[in-house]
């Protein structure tokens, strides 16, 4: 049995998960976040396939992990943390049905943070660019394959660990634009919106 939850559910627990974590305590002067780091993540992500009239598309939803790698740098004046961010995951999104499949197999974003750092704490918000990998299927026939370039938006919040070590989580959206793409004589048209809950550590330098 698959769980499914809607942009507005998955946007409210991220707001909630991030005041519960971020708390109501103010430091001064700030923890210091600047400088480059890298790190590791893993989560849930849930995709919702779109439907075209007037050719074989796949449609429905799915559910599954995801995992991969981020590397970024922060730069800091006194509270503001501004930051900047690209990131690698795997994915395993499938949607399709009467042998029309539509896969997406990674994912990689590119994007801008602006934070505020409250004691040892650093909640954020996120945007810019996503690149994501997807193969149309039609069965018997043949496939395509493209990289398809969309946006990704969301939010978080970084915690500093013990020495240059911090944890984190994150919400973050994103979108796969729809195509055509005519495989055979079958048009298929592709497209998503994904919504993932991340968790990752990383190391600062």
């Known amino acids: 049995m698959k769980i499914t939850f809607s942009f507005k559910q998955l946007l409210c627990v991220s707001i909630a998960m991030s005041c519960f974590i971020a708390g109501p305590v103010l430091a001064d002067p700030p923890s210091d976040w600047s400088g480059p780091y890298v790190g590791g993540f893993a989560g849930g992500n849930w995709s919702d396939f779109g439907s075209h009239p007037g050719s074989a598309e796949p449609s429905g939803t799915d559910a599954g992990f995801l995992g991969g790698g981020d590397i970024g740098n922060n730069w800091q004046f006194n509270h503001l943390v501004l930051g900047a961010e690209g990131d690698f995951s795997k994915l395993d999104n499938n949607g399709g049905s009467n042998g029309i499949k539509f896969t997406e197999d990674w994912q990689s974003t590119l994007r801008g943070r602006v934070g505020y750092s409250i004691d040892r704490l650093l909640p954020y918000v996120t ?79």
């Open 127 to 205: 945007g810019g660019l996503a690149m994501t990998d997807t193969v149309a299927k039609v069965s018997g026939v043949g496939s395509e394959e493209n990289v398809k370039p969309g946006y990704a938006l969301g939010g978080g919040v970084d915690a500093m660990l013990a020495g240059n070590w911090f944890a984190r989580v994150e919400y973050l959206h994103t979108d796969v634009p729809s195509d055509t793409s005519t495989i055979g004589n079958t048009p298929v048209s592709g497209g998503s919106g994904n919504d993932a809950i991340r968790v990752g550590v990383n190391y600062r330098f």
